[in-house]
């Protein structure tokens, strides 16, 4: 026991790790990817990436990593962004859907599952060019959808110049 925590309750780095990249070429990136990937101690859980650029023509077989499962993609018809996850060789996942209309964002949520976790991972990019309102508008109803589980953690490229 750890004050008021058992054993039962902590969850070690092994199952706790999620990495965000945004990799901004998947197909120039890889290898280096793959030596950074290779150097850790422990394997995230996940390893979440935003504009990877892959199109419908690129074979995601030529895109694995020592560890984890065949990638995860999401709309390869964008010119931009396409989100990737890969999720590590020992956990299972499922892709999850809003049924509610997120236009405007693209996303990509999974749920990995294994041991007693319960977190859904979103991965987000906004293109540049869109409307920070519109955007908020389409971030309340992905974050209405993302309540539904326990825990979430949303991570992305949210193109917003805070400088300005």
Not at 34 to 43: A, D, G, M, P, Q
Not at 113 to 122: A, F, M
């Amino acid at each position: 026991m750890i004050g008021n925590t058992t054993k039962e309750h902590v969850v070690s780095a092994e199952y706790s790790s999620i990495i965000f990249l945004n990799i901004r070429s998947l197909r120039c990136n890889h290898d280096q990817l793959e030596v950074f990937t290779n150097s850790l101690k422990t394997r995230p859980i996940a390893i979440a990436l935003c504009e990877t650029w892959l199109s419908e023509k690129d074979p995601l077989s030529i895109y694995k990593l020592n560890g984890f499962q065949p990638l995860i993609v999401k709309n390869r018809q964008s010119c931009g962004g396409v989100l990737a996850i890969y999720v590590r060789q020992d956990f299972n996942y499922e892709i999850k859907e809003s049924t509610k209309a997120v236009t405007d964002i693209e996303y990509l949520t999974i749920k990995p599952s294994k041991y007693k976790i319960n977190l859904d991972l979103t991965l987000i990019y906004k293109p540049p060019a869109t409307n920070i309102g519109t955007f908020l508008e389409s971030m309340d109803k992905l974050l209405e959808f993302t309540k539904v589980s326990n825990k979430s953690l949303v991570c992305g490229d949210f193109n917003i110049d805070t400088m300005q």
